[in-house]
């Protein structure tokens, strides 16, 4: 069960209209490491965690918090959406190309669509989808996941205050970047914790280890041309999930060169005329 409380998390009001900036901010709403994503990707993490209790309490926090900067962004961009000149810009269009290039930041459906209000889409449009987020029942690749998702989303954020010269819309960013920063330690100290209880920083951990090829499971390929790759600590010593010593060797195949069947007549492919490449 969910309660909505009809007071902003945060309260942030932009200086004027920004029809413009208002698109902007649509990528850290819906796109793909947006307020959307994360509010999903932890509400349905938490929603099948079968772990222990505190790491599902953890994720309905943070879910929830994000359901909150959702409706922030939303409502700074209806804001940054009230009385934007979308008819004197149209005017523009018609009269001036210059200045038609100039206002082409601008999205219409803000108006025609969304009626002056925030949508589920990305920075282009392109609407939000739910391919975006990760729920393997997994806490430790989930939370990594997390710390990934809150890592992109601080960045964009941090991109658009320097976008803009706006107080209150700076206002706003200055408090979504603080909570981001929280939540950066927080999955990063989640996931330290299971990397112990679980002696281990592989995922699954569970899988046996005799079923991989161990002789290529701490081994860094030279794929590309020159070798400084080799000077990090990921190239020698001992592995960090305890388990084997790096080493850096030069790539090699062990396998031929793959050669198919013809396949059958009935799926129409190219005729094979070398049937020796058969053999």
């Not at 018609?94 to 999205?107: E, H, Q, S, Y």
């Not at 700076?170 to 989640?190: C, G, K, P």
Request: net charge negative; proline share 6%; aromatic share 10%.
């Amino acid at each position: 069960m969910f309660f909505h409380i009809k007071e902003l998390q945060y309260e942030a009001k932009p200086m004027k209209p920004d029809p413009v900036f208002a698109v902007k901010l649509q990528e850290v709403l819906g796109g793909q490491y947006g307020e959307i994503s994360v509010m999903m990707q932890y509400l349905m993490q938490g929603f099948n965690c079968r772990a222990d209790k505190k790491y599902r309490d953890l994720l309905f926090d943070i879910g929830t918090e994000e359901i909150g900067h959702v409706e922030m962004l939303a409502t700074m961009i209806a804001r940054l959406l009230d009385d934007a000149p979308f008819e004197i810009q149209q005017n523009a269009y018609d009269m001036d190309p210059a200045v038609a290039a100039i206002l082409g930041g601008t999205n219409p459906q803000h108006a025609i669509v969304g009626g002056l209000g925030a949508m589920a889409a990305d920075a282009q449009g392109y609407p939000w989808n739910a391919k975006y987020i990760i729920s393997s029942g997994n806490l430790l690749a989930d939370f990594r996941a997390n710390l990934n998702a809150e890592s992109q989303g601080r960045l964009q954020v941090t991109r658009l205050y320097g976008m803009t010269d706006d107080p209150g819309v700076r206002d706003l960013l200055s408090f979504l970047i603080a909570r981001d920063t929280y939540h950066q330690n927080q999955w990063y100290a989640a996931i330290k914790e299971i990397e112990e209880r679980e002696k281990d920083i592989v995922v699954p951990s569970t899988f046996p280890r005799e079923l991989e090829k161990q002789e290529v499971s701490h081994t860094l390929f030279n794929f590309s041309r020159g070798e400084e790759s080799k000077k990090g600590r990921w190239a020698h010593g001992p592995s960090f999930d305890g388990h084997g010593e790096y080493k850096y060797e030069q790539p090699f195949a062990a396998g031929g060169a793959p050669i198919l069947k013809p396949a059958p007549p009935e799926y129409h492919d190219t005729i094979a005329h070398d049937r020796n490449d058969e053999d």
